[in-house]
């Protein structure tokens, strides 16, 4: 017997009544769609392989970027002026910036292969399933493995490790390894001496 789509109970989501609230994307339409058709297909383009030209496209559209940040292909970012990233930052092929929130990215983090920031959420207790948004800040010397995800308001901790394919509801402690969905703690991670680069002092 087909169903009725337009019957409705007091608990469902009405997808028609939904609202973003205050929400905005932080940025004029003409700078959006600049982005959308030019920024965005350029720095995802895999014939474009050269970090240092992404780099400087990003800076244009308002990104906060420091020195010796690598960007492979594939990478998608949502939108660029909500971006900070710090000195020798990684992004892997394909991981996915989703940033209708700010994102920040502490110096010397590994963001691999297909991870997943995600800040937008949405209120499922509410009929017009309301957007919610939460920054995310990843901080100094961190890892987030392959395929790995981390949700809205998330901190993930100086030195801190989210293993392959593992997903972070929750903040996450300096120098722990988490694994799993949702992530636990399955150990401490070791302290890595400094060593100076030849010429430092």
Not at 81 to 89: A, S
Not at 112 to 126: A, E, F, I, P
Not at 158 to 186: C, D, F, H, W
Request: include cysteine; hydrophobic fraction near 40%; glycine fraction near 10%.
């Amino acid at each position: 017997m087909p169903s009725n789509s337009g019957s409705r109970s007091p608990e469902s989501m009405q997808l028609d009544l939904y609202s973003v609230g205050k929400y905005t994307p932080g940025a004029p339409l003409w700078k959006q769609l600049l982005w959308y058709f030019l920024g965005s297909p350029m720095t995802e383009s895999r014939l474009l392989p050269f970090s240092a030209m992404k780099v400087q496209l990003l800076r244009s559209f308002g990104a906060q970027i420091g020195t010796g940040v690598r960007i492979k292909p594939g990478v998608r970012i949502k939108f660029p002026w909500r971006l900070t990233l710090g000195d020798y930052v990684w992004l892997g092929e394909n991981a996915w910036i989703d940033n209708v929130a700010q994102i920040s990215i502490e110096s010397h983090v590994c963001i691999s292969q297909q991870v997943y920031l995600c800040t937008g959420n949405h209120d499922w207790s509410k009929s017009e399933f309301s957007l919610i948004t939460a920054p995310i800040h990843i901080e100094t010397g961190s890892w987030l493995a392959a395929r790995s995800c981390v949700g809205p308001g998330v901190t993930v901790g100086r030195g801190a490790v989210l293993t392959l394919g593992s997903v972070a509801t929750q903040s996450l402690e300096p120098m722990k390894i988490y694994s799993g969905n949702p992530a636990v703690l399955i150990k401490v991670r070791v302290e890595i001496p400094f060593k100076a680069q030849p010429g430092v002092k």
